[in-house]
C-alpha cells in the first residue's frame, strides 16, 4: 500500500462503479501501518424500535462514493496528512448480543494497538460500549462529544443492561469516560420519566437540548467545548437521529426538531484542535432512508471527522 492511498477517483472510474470501500479506499485486513481506518460495526440487535442498523455501514459505503479528497470548506487535505483505508467490518455474531460485544472490543483493542484512530460506521449505539472500553484500555478514560437526540444513559431496557439506550450509564460505571469532558448535544423528544437528563448532568456532563441548538450556529458552543474537553484523548460518538428527521429519516428511533445537517458539521469541524482518538457515526437504518441521503450524511460526517484528527506525529 502506498503511503498516502488516495481515494478512487470519479475521473479514473465512474463513482457509480468499482469497489465499495468507504470514499473507494484501498482495503486493508489490519490497521498495522494506518494513521486512521473506517471500520463497520454492522450491529443493530440492540435496538429498541425500527431495526436496520445492521446496514448502515453497507450504506454508508456506498453513498461515499460521491466523497472527493479535499474539504473545500477548511481546506483538510486528509488523504495528504495520513494514511488512511477501509478495514471492513467486525464480524458480529447477529444471535448474540453480549459475545458481539466482547467480539467487537477485540477487534477494536488491535485497531489500537497498531496505533490507528478508528471512524467507525455503525450499526446501532450498542456499539459505543465495546469501543469506549477499548479506548480507556489504549488510552484512559476520555472526554466525549457525544451528539444524539437521546442521552442513552437508560439503566437498563427490558430490563437489559446492555442495549442501545444504555452505554454511557455502563461507560461512566466502568470508569470508561472523563464525566467533566462529557458533552451531549441535541436532546429532545419524549422521556420515560421527566429526570432522564438529569442523571447526566448529575454526572457532570454538560447537557445541551436540541431546543438550546435551534436557530444558531453551534461555533460558539464548539468553541466552549474545546475548552471543557482541553488537551486530553476525546471520543466523537454521533447518532444520526441526533439531526432532524427532515435530514436524516434513515434512522431507528427519530425524534422531531433536531439539529440541522449544517449543525452537524459545526459540531465536528468544531472539534478541530482536540485530541480526537477515535468516532463513530451510529444508528443510520437504510430501510427508512428512501433517498439514500441519510447514509449520505453519514458519510460526509464520517470524512468530517477525518478532517479534523491529529496528524501523524501526535
Ligand atoms: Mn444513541
Ligand atoms: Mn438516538
Redesign the pocket.
Known amino acids: 500500500m502506498p503511503e498516502h492511498p488516495q481515494p478512487l477517483s470519479g475521473n479514473e472510474m465512474p463513482r457509480f462503479a468499482g469497489p465499495a470501500t468507504m470514499m473507494r479506499l484501498p482495503s486493508a485486513s489490519t490497521a498495522r501501518g494506518l494513521d486512521a481506518c473506517f471500520i463497520g460495526v454492522p450491529l443493530d440487535v440492540g435496538t429498541s424500535n425500527r431495526p436496520g442498523a445492521r446496514f448502515g455501514p453497507r450504506a454508508i459505503r456506498a453513498e461515499s462514493c460521491l466523497l472527493r479528497p479535499y474539504n473545500m470548506a477548511t481546506g483538510a487535505a486528509p488523504f495528504e496528512a495520513l494514511t488512511v483505508a477501509d478495514v471492513g467490518d467486525v464480524a458480529i455474531n447477529t444471535y448474540n448480543l453480549a459475545a458481539s460485544i466482547g467480539i467487537t472490543e477485540a477487534a477494536y483493542d488491535a485497531v489500537l494497538e497498531a496505533g490507528c484512530r478508528a471512524l467507525t460506521l455503525g450499526g446501532d ?1 450498542t456499539i459505543a460500549l465495546p469501543i469506549l472500553r477499548a479506548m480507556r484500555r489504549r488510552h484512559g478514560p476520555v472526554g466525549l462529544v457525544h451528539v ?3 442521552a ?1 444513559a437508560n439503566d437498563d431496557m427490558f430490563g437489559e443492561e446492555i442495549a442501545h439506550g444504555t452505554p454511557f450509564r455502563r461507560a461512566v460505571e466502568e470508569g470508561l469516560l472523563d464525566t467533566a469532558r462529557v458533552v451531549q448535544i441535541g436532546l429532545r423528544g419524549t422521556g420515560y420519566s421527566a429526570g432522564d437528563f438529569d442523571w447526566p448532568r448529575a454526572q457532570g456532563f454538560r447537557v445541551v437540548p436540541a431546543d438550546a441548538c435551534w436557530n444558531r450556529s453551534l461555533s460558539p458552543l464548539m468553541h466552549e467545548v474545546r475548552e471543557q474537553m482541553g488537551r486530553g484523548p476525546v471520543y466523537v460518538s454521533f ?1 444520526i ?1 441526533g439531526l432532524d428527521p427532515s435530514v436524516a429519516p434513515g434512522t431507528g ?1 427519530p425524534e422531531f426538531a433536531g439539529l440541522t445537517a449544517a449543525q452537524g458539521f459545526e459540531v465536528i469541524r468544531g472539534c478541530q484542535g482536540l485530541d480526537i482518538v477515535g468516532g463513530d457515526v451510529v ?1 443510520v437504518a437504510p430501510a427508512y432512508d428512501t433517498s439514500g441521503n441519510t447514509a449520505l450524511l453519514a458519510a460526509n460526517l464520517l470524512y468530517e471527522m477525518l478532517c479534523v484528527l491529529p496528524g501523524p506525529a501526535s
Open positions: 449505539h444524539d437526540a437521546h442513552d447518532d437521529d428511533t444508528e
